[in-house]
């Protein structure tokens, strides 16, 4: 399966998505490429506040996600 990324959705993109989880055919792209596509094609919201970890280590926006990664996008967690 090459060219796919993993992208697994936690909390409320979950719930847009109705899946846990989305398999896209993109690789070398940034994290924040990444953010954009999704907002674009998923109409996700609230993709700025998204905390995303790459083969579970937290990655900064300019991080590259390559083929066969894992990546997960974490909202913010709403406590009270």
Not at 67 to 76: C, F, H
């Amino acid at each position: 399966m090459s060219g796919m990324i993993t992208i697994l959705l936690f909390a409320h993109l979950q719930e847009e998505a109705g899946k846990d989880y989305l398999e896209l055919p993109l690789e070398n792209i940034t994290v924040e490429e990444l953010k954009k596509t999704l907002k674009n094609d998923y109409s996700f919201t609230q993709m700025d506040q998204i905390m995303v970890a790459i083969n579970e280590e937290f990655a900064l926006s300019t991080d590259i996600i390559k083929q066969g990664d894992t990546v997960a996008l974490i909202p913010p967690v709403s406590g009270g």
